[in-house]
């Protein structure tokens, strides 16, 4: 037994790095400026895709249910139209901003990297004068998108769970495994993730400005062919 969950770890690892997940959680960290926040939008998304599954996989597997391959392409193609919406937001954002980055200081000699948009003002010098946000608390739309992402993924899980392990309990287990698992790849490739993001947002902004178009223009088009595939999933 040891074996097989220790499998559904490194499974779960392994599903973070699929390209949906990359592109979902890429074009919602693009504009972070710290590594740290990246990381901690990877390890939320990975939360929110283990909940889902913990739920959905867990009842079902505790019922002795599968779930309908109809109902998986559906699932699918919501994930599709979640991957476009998140694409066409960062375009959006990046047309609308005209986004760059400087340093900003604060009392006792704190300083910070922010992004900072000009759009619908006059120009004026990139001094230390403007207001601005310092992020905080739950990211619940990395914590949906997660969601919505285990939903989708579900189905394929239970299949693959039931297909190898009997005892339900074991099977409970392995889908909870499986969850941590995912948080941890998906922890690991937002660090990865961070270092382009956080590098160009320090040294070359039109470099920054391109990534973001790069990111948000192939998460549009996986989504586009997620949704193509669920489309034909569906009809057959």
């Keep these: 037994m040891g074996t097989i969950l220790l499998l559904g770890v490194l499974m779960g690892m392994q599903h973070a790095l699929e390209a949906d997940h990359i592109a979902a959680v890429s074009s919602i960290v693009c504009r972070a400026r710290s590594a740290g926040r990246i990381v901690r939008h990877g390890m939320v998304w990975g939360l929110g895709h283990t909940v889902t599954l913990a739920v959905v996989a867990g009842l079902a597997l505790a019922a002795g249910l599968t779930l309908d391959g109809r109902l998986a392409a559906w699932l699918e193609g919501a994930v599709g139209v979640m991957l476009v919406l998140l694409?066409?937001?960062?375009?959006?954002?990046?047309?609308?901003?005209?986004?760059?980055?400087?340093?900003?200081?604060?009392?006792?000699?704190?300083?910070?990297?922010?992004?900072?948009s000009h759009a619908g003002q006059a120009a004026r010098s990139h001094g230390f004068d403007h207001d601005h946000d310092h992020p905080g608390g739950l990211p619940v739309r990395t914590l949906a998108v997660g969601m919505v992402h285990g939903l989708a993924g579900s189905a394929a899980l239970v299949v693959l769970t039931a297909s190898t392990i009997r005892d339900p309990l074991t099977g409970l287990l392995y889908v909870l495994l499986f969850g941590l698992g995912s948080i941890g790849g998906m922890a690991a490739l937002s660090a990865l993730i961070a270092i382009p993001l956080t590098w160009t947002a320090r040294t070359l902004t039109a470099a920054n400005r391109l990534l973001q178009g790069a990111v948000g223009t192939a998460t549009a088009g996986l989504g586009v062919l997620v949704l193509y595939r669920a489309a034909v999933a569906a009809m057959s």
Aim: hydrophobic letters at 35%; glycine letters at 14%.
């Design 87 to 116: 694409g066409l937001h960062v375009l959006y954002r990046l047309i609308r901003d005209r986004v760059h980055f400087h340093m900003h200081g604060h009392d006792g000699g704190t300083v910070h990297l922010h992004a900072h």
